[in-house]
């Protein structure tokens, strides 16, 4: 099983408020991925990080920003939540396969599905 | 680009029956080719994999092998279960690379 845990599972919040997705990984991989999923299933890659002290932006423009102090923590931030953004968010890992220049699949956390009222 | 494609769902069976969902890609070089699972309200699960041409992944009774002359990774599987309802998404990584690229999914509903 991947060791990848984000919290919270389901979070309910009002238009304004500030919220943080928490993801971490006890893996040590280098990089860390944020998906959002829409209700059609589409999986959109809003932010990605190589390591410490490295992010980028994906392919979705998104509102919301992460950070990576430590290799194992990759937190999304949502200065003030709105009704758009309610939507299922998935963390994921992934690393390179030893010497070689493939990385490895990517491991899923469990998902948080935000609903901003 | 590259890009992976899908069957679109849903799709729904009868419980035993024999599944295929499509996938196809458009890609550099010889990528690495993925299945993944996702049950209700979890996130994705790896369920096989292939990283050159003629592999065979399996796992749980499912089977892809990659096609590199076609540029297909089918999903197989001869006899489905209930517990089989889920969103199935085929997925590449580039040669050298590590971002995921996932096709738009495939929801399956399998009936007793």
């Known amino acids: 099983e991947a060791d990848i845990y984000q919290t919270p599972r389901y979070l309910v919040i009002g238009t304004g408020k500030k919220i943080t997705l928490e993801c971490s990984q006890t893996?040590?991989?280098?990089?860390m991925y944020w998906y959002q999923q829409d209700p059609g299933m589409e999986l959109h890659l809003i932010h990605y990080?190589?390591?410490?002290?490295?992010?980028e932006k994906g392919d979705l423009s998104s509102e919301s920003t992460v950070s990576r102090i430590r290799t194992e923590h990759f937190p999304l931030t949502l200065e003030s939540a709105r009704p758009s953004h309610t939507s299922q968010y998935l963390c994921a890992s992934s690393d390179r396969q030893g010497f070689s220049s493939m990385n490895t699949e990517a491991f899923f956390g469990q998902g948080t599905r935000l609903t901003v009222v | 680009g590259n890009s992976v494609t899908q069957m679109e769902g849903p799709v729904t069976l009868s419980e035993e029956a024999f599944l295929t969902i499509n996938c196809t890609y458009t890609?550099?070089?010889?990528?690495?080719l993925f299945w993944y699972v996702q049950y209700p309200g979890e996130g994705l699960q790896l369920l096989l994999k292939?990283?050159?041409?003629?592999d065979k992944g399996s796992n749980k009774g499912f089977e892809a092998t990659y096609r590199k002359e076609t540029t297909s990774f089918h999903l197989e599987k001869g006899s489905v279960q209930v517990s089989d309802s889920a969103v199935y998404f085929c997925?590449?990584?580039?040669?050298?690379?590590?971002?995921?690229?996932f096709g738009a999914g495939t929801r399956l509903f399998v009936k007793a």
């Open positions: 292939a990283t050159k041409a003629d």
């Open positions: 893996m040590g991989h280098d990089k």
């Open positions: 990080s190589y390591g410490v002290n490295s992010t």
């Open positions: 890609a550099t070089g010889y990528p690495s």
């Open positions: 997925a590449l990584i580039l040669t050298g690379g590590f971002k995921t690229i």
